[in-house]
Nanobody
Framework: QVQLVESGGGLVQAGGSLRLSCAAS????????MGWYRQAPGKERELVAA???????NYADSVKGRFTISRDNAKNTVYLQMNSLKPEDTAVYYC????????????????WGQGTQVTVSS
């Protein structure tokens, strides 16, 4: 079993900052990638940022230059530093992890956190 603990969401004014964290634990052999997605009311879920095992990062065009994704040395926690927040960033943010449960596993497992609300007021 795998658990994802997300934290750091909240209410901020435009121009402010928040730092999201997601810690993975449980039956994990290795984590291939971790990332953050978001979903606003009436909108489809979209990729915000992701980071691979090797440290390669990918960002949505709308957050480039404002958000930074990183992970700790143990590769079990991912962070999303969000600066210069805009009302358009308001959404539920979901942590996602792609991992192997054991050495003999043939397929990466995709697992989602419960989501954390980020609200940016004007």
């Amino acid at each position: 079993q795998v658990q994802l603990v997300e934290s750091g969401g909240g209410l901020v004014q435009a121009g402010g900052s928040l730092r999201l964290s997601c810690a993975a634990s449980g039956s994990i052999f290795s984590i291939n990638a971790m990332g953050w997605y978001r979903q606003a009311p009436g909108k489809e879920r979209e990729l915000v940022a992701a980071i691979t095992l090797g440290g390669t990062t990918n960002y949505a065009d709308s957050v480039k230059g404002r958000f930074t994704i990183s992970r700790d040395n143990a590769k079990n926690t991912v962070y999303l530093q969000m600066n210069s927040l805009k009302p358009e960033d308001t959404a539920v943010y979901y942590c996602n992890v792609a991992y192997l449960s054991e050495r003999r596993a043939r397929i990466l497992i995709d697992y989602w956190g419960q989501g954390t609300q980020v609200t940016v007021s004007s």
